[in-house]
């Protein structure tokens, strides 16, 4: 099991990132995956889910400017998000893991930065 996540940076408001994660494990490709962010001081929260089949639930906050999606290779799935019209508020450490986390286990998420 493993999870690499990839594609933050610093942006500015109003700026767009996508964010990539490669989790590996056969388990994911028929689990419901998730974009989870955790802000300094703050626990970490599910923004973005998609099941397997391809249904897709946001949180109120992330609505319209985000967008999950995921490719299952053979044992691989790869996990995306497109964060649009970002906000200050949107600043955190990004993880993926299932929906819910099938392991205590996290990868070292990817740093989301947004200067106004």
């Known amino acids: 099991v493993q999870f690499v996540e990839s594609g933050g940076g610093s942006v500015q408001a109003g700026g767009s990132l996508r964010l990539s994660c490669a989790a590996s494990?056969?388990?994911?490709?028929?689990?419901?995956m998730g974009w989870y962010r955790q802000a300094p001081g703050k626990e970490r929260d599910l923004v973005a889910r998609?099941?397997?089949?391809?249904?897709?639930?946001?949180a109120d906050s992330v609505k319209d400017r985000f967008t999950i999606w995921r490719e299952n290779a053979k044992d691989t799935v790869h996990l995306y998000l497109y964060i649009n019209s970002l906000k200050p508020e949107d600043a955190a450490i990004y993880y993926c893991?299932?929906?819910?986390?099938?392991?205590?286990?996290w990868g070292q998420g990817t740093q989301v930065t947004v200067s106004s």
């Open positions: 494990g056969t388990i994911f490709t028929i689990a419901a």
């Open positions: 998609v099941d397997a089949n391809g249904r897709i639930n946001y």
């Open positions: 893991n299932s929906e819910p986390p099938l392991y205590n286990y």
